[in-house]
T-cell receptor
Framework: AQSVTQPDIHITVSEGASLELRCNYS??????LFWYVQSPGQGLQLLLK??????LVQGIKGFEAEFKRSQSSFNLRKPSVHWSDAAEYFC????????????FGKGTLLTVNP | NAGVTQTPKFQVLKTGQSMTLQCAQD?????MYWYRQDPGMGLRLIYY???????DKGEVPNGYNVSRLNKREFSLRLESAAPSQTSVYFC?????????????FGSGTQLSVL
């Protein structure tokens, strides 16, 4: 069965610093991979997704993620964090069937210090 | 453009009471989903509806029932609420349920069962 691990429960960075959120997945073949963001009191919003092709994908709000098959990872990065990026971030994996097979990680809470 | 609308936003129930969470989308999507979000657990799929007239169990269906009333509406019912059902509930939709489609989320219903 597929699974997703987000090793960091809570990360704190200073505004303007770079950010990397880790995500590791377990699945035999190449999965579909997603990063969602949840602002306080809101539903989730898609940041970016990977299906195939270029392993570096660009998303909204200046985020990018890199798929590394050898490490079973799909880490999210941003070069310079803004205070408005404070939120909870979820990595998700889909085994390639339908969206009802989407498995979410437990999330990483990002705090941004001024 | 309302997207996915959930009602109510907050609800407090006593153990054994019943209630229905409402969800409606105005994007003409075929697939709809109900998730619950618990601290440190990420999102878990309760039920989904791949298309109008069909519903299927997700990862944690026990204690819930659903109705896909029409293409727009997908309700979640708790027949006899239990404290273990205290959670934040999210409704989501996407066009056809395909793996390459993002999910559109409502803003959630915070439910407390005393």
């Amino acid at each position: 069965a597929q699974s997703v691990t987000q090793p960091d429960i809570h990360i704190t960075v200073s505004e303007g610093a770079s950010l990397e959120l880790r995500c590791n997945y377990s699945y035999g073949a190449t999965p579909y991979l997603f990063w969602y963001v949840q602002s306080p009191g809101q539903g989730l919003q898609l940041l970016l997704k990977y299906f195939s092709g270029d392993t570096l994908v660009q998303g909204i709000k200046g985020f990018e993620a890199e798929f590394k098959r050898s490490q079973s990872s799909f880490n999210l990065r941003k070069p310079s964090v803004h205070w408005s990026d404070a939120a909870e971030y979820f990595c998700a994996v889909d085994s390639g069937g339908s969206n009802y097979k989407l498995t979410f990680g437990k999330g990483t809470l990002l705090t941004v210090n001024p | 453009n309302a997207g996915v609308t959930q009602t109510p936003k907050f609800q407090v129930l006593k153990t054994g009471q019943s209630m229905t969470l409402q969800c409606a989308q105005d994007m003409n999507h075929n697939s709809m989903y109900w998730y619950r979000q618990d601290p440190g657990m990420g999102l878990r799929l309760i039920y989904y509806s791949a298309s109008e007239g069909t519903t299927d169990k997700g990862e944690v269906p026990n204690g819930y029932n659903v109705s896909r009333l029409n293409k727009r509406e997908f309700s979640l019912r708790l027949e006899s609420a239990a404290p273990s059902q205290t959670s934040v509930y999210f409704c989501a939709s996407n066009p056809t349920g395909g793996s390459n489609e993002k999910l559109f989320f409502g803003s959630g219903t915070q439910l407390s069962v005393l």
